[in-house]
């Protein structure tokens, strides 16, 4: 068995996006620190992997729950099973999102639909019911995966990059009501991570990308995964509507 920590004993999450890339790296983090782990995905089995590898590797029991975060019904569901078998919910992770490019004059409503309604309207949505049972317990850290893109802005995504300045601008404002309910919301600015998704751009556009790396090398997943483990812990237990940066310098 790995070395563990306990920064997240007994605390119980929920992760969006979890079968690769990002939402799988936290997943096992959040395991090393003895979180009690909800994972979600799209794709019916793609957590069966990972949830067996966990509890190999550290004893730890993930639970599956497949939906489409664009489901409002699915998405209650999950969150009234969580209570039911937790009495809590500690740490919520919106961290499902899809990007794809187009320049400006190519972009078309189905695009602007399909991007907002799974990287906005779903964490706006999760974030109103993770939070009314947070409330009730007077405590919580939600934790959104927003993007360098959505500060800086880039070529080819004005659509991605609305819809992740979107996650900031509401994480803030969600800071701000529900501090006074001693509920924490930040949100992690990735650059650019080594995963599925950055690789979706092309080989040729990796290789220029990096060049616009101050530490000259991608991020890995383990980097942003990290970083959730600090928000979602009492590490950062004064900590509220911050975006913190997870770029290694890059430019963009
Ligand atoms: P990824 O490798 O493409 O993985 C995406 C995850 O989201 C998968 O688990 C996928 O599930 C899930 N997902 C997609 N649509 C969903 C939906 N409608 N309902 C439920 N789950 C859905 O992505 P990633 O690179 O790890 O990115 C994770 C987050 O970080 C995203 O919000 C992304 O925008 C952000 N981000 C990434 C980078 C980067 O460089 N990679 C940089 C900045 C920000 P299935 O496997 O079932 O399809």
Redesign the pocket.
């Known amino acids: 068995m790995e070395l563990q920590s306990n920064l997240l004993d007994r605390k119980v999450s929920f992760v969006?996006?979890?079968?690769?890339?990002?939402?799988?790296a936290i997943v096992e983090e959040f395991a090393k620190n003895g979180s009690i782990i909800y994972a979600?995905?799209?794709?019916e089995g793609?957590l069966a992997g990972l949830t067996e590898y966990i509890f190999k590797k550290y004893g730890v029991q993930v639970t599956p729950l497949?939906?489409?975060?664009?489901d409002s019904q699915s998405a209650k569901k999950a969150i009234i099973q969580i209570h039911k078998e937790q009495g809590k919910l500690d740490i919520l992770v919106?961290?499902?999102?899809?990007?794809k490019d187009a320049l400006i004059g190519m972009i078309t409503k189905q695009l602007m639909e399909d991007t907002f309604?799974?990287?906005v309207f779903?964490v706006m949505e999760l974030l109103q019911l993770a939070s009314k049972l947070m409330i009730r317990q007077k405590s919580g850290s939600i934790i959104n995966?927003?993007?360098?893109?959505g500060v800086n802005g880039n070529m080819g995504q004005l659509v991605?990059s609305a819809s992740?300045g979107a996650v900031i601008s509401l994480t803030k404002t969600a800071s701000k009501e529900l501090a006074p309910k001693n509920i924490r919301v930040n949100a992690i600015?990735?650059?650019?991570?080594?995963?599925?998704?950055?690789q979706?751009i092309g080989r040729e556009h990796v290789e220029k990308r990096l060049s616009n790396i101050g530490m000259g090398r991608?991020?890995t997943?383990e980097d942003?995964a990290k970083t959730c483990v600090y928000l979602a812990s009492d590490l950062s237990s004064y900590v509220t509507g911050q975006i913190i940066g997870v770029d290694g310098s890059a430019l963009v």
Request: no cysteine.
């Open positions: 969006t996006g979890a079968s690769r890339g990002i939402g799988r979600n995905s799209l794709t793609s497949y939906f489409d975060v664009r919106n961290n499902a999102g899809i990007m309604s799974v990287n779903a995966i927003a993007s360098i893109v991605y992740k600015a990735p650059g650019m991570i080594d995963t599925d998704m950055f979706s991608l991020g997943p942003v």
